[in-house]
């Protein structure tokens, strides 16, 4: 069971990881978005499985980061505050712990869904949430080899940022398959950094890194790491 939330707690939580909305000049104020990890798996063709659901949000998370008129969660506020509330990610996420979560984060949308992998197979299901309605805006849903995953998170961005009337990348660099061994590495190297387990995690980090030299989270996530140590 989840704890109650103390008022004060809360306060701190959301005065040190809320995303303010601003007001630009001639536009609309600056959507404020935070990407729930996903109910997910990869299966290959051994039996072996490995969670998806983390890469994914991670992947997600970069992609936004990146566009104009709207402001991200990086996913390790995200997993902070969770621990700072005591929070339980056991089971599947479901819309009221994500707007839960959202409110405390002071963000207007949250995003949340499933994904599956099964022998290079993909398929994703994303649902945007209005954080203060309880509003589902936007509903995703894709299919792909799993090699091409990033092609289809951006995909995925652009068809919410499309649903936010929000203007397109004018330009991109080139996107790349993404071998499905960096992806399988990328859940690990996410699952031992949220355990605590930094050595481990950049191991996993550097792992991707050697599959997919130009593997974006994985070069953050290693610049963030070694920063700190």
Do not use: C, W
């Amino acid at each position: 069971m989840r704890r109650p939330f103390f008022a004060f707690a809360t306060a701190l939580a959301v005065a040190a990881l809320s995303l303010t909305a601003t007001e630009a000049e001639g536009r609309q104020d600056v959507a404020t978005v935070a990407v729930m990890d996903f109910n997910a798996f990869m299966m290959g063709e051994g039996g072996a499985s490995v969670n998806l659901g983390k890469a994914i949000s991670s992947m997600l998370v970069t992609e936004f980061s990146g566009r104009e008129g709207m402001r991200i969660v990086e996913r390790r506020q995200l997993m902070d505050l969770i621990r700072e509330q005591d929070l339980s990610l056991s089971g599947r996420v479901d819309d009221d712990f994500a707007i839960e979560v959202g409110k405390m984060l002071g963000v207007q949308y949250v995003l949340l869904g499933q994904a599956m992998s099964i022998v290079d197979n993909l398929r994703i299901d994303i649902r945007a949430v209005d954080v203060e309605t309880s509003e589902v805006i936007a509903v995703m849903k894709k299919t792909d080899a799993t090699i091409q995953l990033l092609n289809v998170v951006v995909e995925l961005a652009d068809e919410f940022s499309e649903a936010l009337s929000l203007t397109p990348p004018s330009s991109r660099a080139e996107v790349e398959e993404v071998p499905v061994a960096a992806t399988i590495a990328l859940s690990r190297a996410l699952t031992y950094e949220d355990d605590g387990q930094i050595e481990q995690a950049i191991e996993q980090y550097e792992a991707v890194i050697a599959i997919h030299p130009t593997h974006r989270d994985a070069q953050r996530a290693l610049e963030r790491l070694r920063g700190a140590t």
